[in-house]
């Protein structure tokens, strides 16, 4: 152990240098993960059911500091006050055997310290799960797919993929929206972690949970749970909009998808290939459900679940060859011609 410290030692210019990089790597590493709409950070909550669970982490981690303060303290005070001296004889210490008082101390107290734990999260755990649906509050249905999100707004006949739209819940008016998770394939799990704590999406079974934005804005997530190739590019966006601009977008989605007689021969490319057996454009004979409704494809920011950004450039390498964006991707390369590709670009580019 000692050789492997001074070999590692040997390795920087100089060991002064050790104290100063590693300051630095929590200061880097602190900036980085503070870029705002980037980059999700549990510990700034903005949501009820996060804020209970960062409340309850919060004192977890206050109890399990002060344990680890007194154990390490008391540790390397007797590391150091009773070292091998010198002047030592060379001989055992007195040997100490039991002592009834510590003994209790140290079993009584540690099981008071986690009862009080287990009272704490059960509570949270409570408060979060069993929270009654208002009668205005929002429903939308999650469908969990490899690897992309189905968004469904049961009450509102609206359908969408990979970004999830609701009102912003203020005290004077608190609007929560109800998420009813399912998945149509494998475990997946569902997590904002400024919105709420993760829930999985399990096959044949129906969770819930719930969220209340505070804030207006768009929080990002992400599959929490491994479920196949891609479930590093399941991505997903929750848009918080003021109640007015909530309602334009649910009414913009409620519309057919657009019939714009300029793009006829892109229309056809995709009513003549197999690409309406998986996806839904409201108002045609496209009603596949395998893959993401286009309906409004184009009010999107991104595609193929936070894979790529939705520019037409983008989509349209996208539609070209999916699996050179996101490699193991359920939707096949068509083999169009490029004049195929453009004309069929320019069809999905009205979709908005
Ligand atoms: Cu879906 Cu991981």
Redesign the pocket.
């Known amino acids: 152990m000692h050789m492997l410290l001074k070999s590692l030692s040997s390795l920087l210019p100089c060991r002064k240098l050790i104290l100063p990089l590693v300051l630095a790597t929590f200061v880097l590493s602190g900036t980085v993960y503070a870029a705002p709409d980037q980059v999700t950070n549990i510990f700034k909550p903005l949501s009820t059911p996060a804020e209970s669970v960062y409340q309850a982490a919060l004192l977890t981690m206050a109890v399990c500091g002060v344990i680890f303060l007194i154990v390490g303290g008391l540790l390397a005070y007797t590391t150091i006050r009773f070292r091998r001296r010198a002047a030592d004889d060379g001989l055992e210490p007195p040997q100490i055997y039991g002592s009834n008082q510590i003994e209790l101390a140290w079993t009584v107290l540690p099981v008071l310290i986690v009862f009080v734990l287990i009272l704490v999260t059960s509570r949270t755990i409570a408060d979060v799960q069993n929270k009654p649906a208002a009668s205005d509050s929002l429903k939308v249905t999650v469908v ?1 797919h ?2 992309w999100w189905e968004i469904r707004y049961p009450d509102l006949g609206i359908v969408t993929a990979n970004e999830i739209h609701v009102p912003v819940s203020d005290a004077t008016k608190p609007r929560q929206t109800f998420l009813r998770l399912e998945s149509a394939d ?1 475990a ?2 569902f997590w904002v972690p400024q919105l709420a704590g993760k829930t999985d999406l399990i096959p044949n079974r129906v969770n819930k949970m719930w969220i209340e934005p505070k804030q207006v804005g768009t929080y990002l997530g992400n ?6 190739t891609q ?1 590093a590019r ?1 991505l997903l966006r929750v848009i918080v909009h003021e109640p007015d601009d909530f309602a334009r977008w649910a009414a913009e989605q409620q519309q057919n998808g657009a019939e714009d007689p300029q793009v006829k021969a892109g229309r056809d490319v995709f009513f003549s290939t197999s690409c309406l057996n998986c996806h839904t454009i409201s108002g045609t004979s496209a009603r596949g459900r395998f893959g993401p409704d286009l309906t409004h494809l184009m009010s999107r920011d991104t595609l193929a679940s936070g894979a790529a950004p939705n520019t037409p450039e983008k989509l349209r390498a996208w539609v070209r060859d999916p699996q050179a964006i996101k490699d193991g991707s359920l939707m096949p390369n068509m083999q169009l011609t490029e004049q195929e590709l453009d004309q069929l670009v320019s069809y999905l580019l009205t979709l908005k």
């Open positions: 969990g490899q690897w494998v997946h799990s599959c929490a749970e491994y479920c196949g479930h399941m």
